[in-house]
């Protein structure tokens, strides 16, 4: 059974703050990571994908990988109130490949 | 449109009946997923086609659940003499292609179509 694990929350942090949202996974062959931003009752957007161990940046968002440790990461910078959402962590077997398997998602939540 | 297309956005059905639910992916889209999502969980993966073909099935629950894609575009997702525990938000999916270099593995996901059986 592939699993995806992360913390449900909610994740509470003061507008400005940065906002570390952690992810596992079972699958020791997993390859591609994904993170997906969902706002409540939206469909799930992707916001970042990392394929190599290490740091990944793209604005205020950061994704950390460490393949040995079947670890993911998502650091937001100066977290806004618009980032509140549930922030889904999704992995693959395959480089490229979408049919991922989800974590529950962990909520986050960016008080004003 | 531009985006992912489901139909219905709601559908309330009694047990026993059978229900089809609808998506129209991104226009050149080669591969087209469905997933089922329950209240507070993630998406979870049902079936998806590349083209025509159904390549991957594995995530179907049972016999009752089937799927089709017959030219390559628009799918249903059909679940036969349904039951309460069916009622979920079911996503439809499609990417630009299902491997390659040139994919981000990106998923573009529909709003969704929330059953609802009684």
């Known amino acids: 059974q592939k699993e995806v694990e992360q913390n449900s929350g909610p994740l509470s942090v003061p507008e400005g703050a940065i906002a570390s949202l952690n992810c596992t996974y079972s699958d020791r062959g997993s390859q591609s990571f994904f993170w997906y931003r969902q706002y409540s009752g939206k469909s799930p957007e992707l916001i970042m994908f990392i394929y190599s161990n290490g740091d990944k940046e793209d604005g205020r968002f950061t994704a950390q990988l460490n393949k040995a440790s079947q670890y993911v990461s998502l650091l937001i910078r100066d977290s806004q109130p618009s980032d509140s959402a549930t922030y889904l962590c999704a992995v693959t077997p395959y480089s490229g490949y979408s049919t991922l398997t989800f974590g529950k998602g962990t909520m986050l939540l960016v008080s004003p | ?86 009622s979920a938000m079911y996503r439809c999916a499609s990417s630009l292609s299902s491997r390659g270099s040139s994919n981000t593995g990106e998923l573009f996901f529909g709003e969704g179509s929330r059953l609802t059986v009684l």
Do not use: M
């Open chain 2, 1 to 86: 449109g531009a985006g992912v297309s489901q139909s219905p956005r709601y559908k309330v059905t009694k047990r026993g009946q059978d229900v089809a639910l609808r998506c129209d992916p991104i226009s050149g889209h080669v591969s087209l997923y469905w997933y089922r999502q329950a209240l507070g969980q993630g998406p979870e993966f049902l079936t998806y086609f590349n083209y025509e073909a159904q390549q991957d099935k594995s995530g179907l629950p049972n016999d009752r659940f089937s799927a089709e894609r017959p030219e390559g575009s628009i799918s249903t997702l059909t679940i036969q003499r349904t039951e309460q525990r069916d």
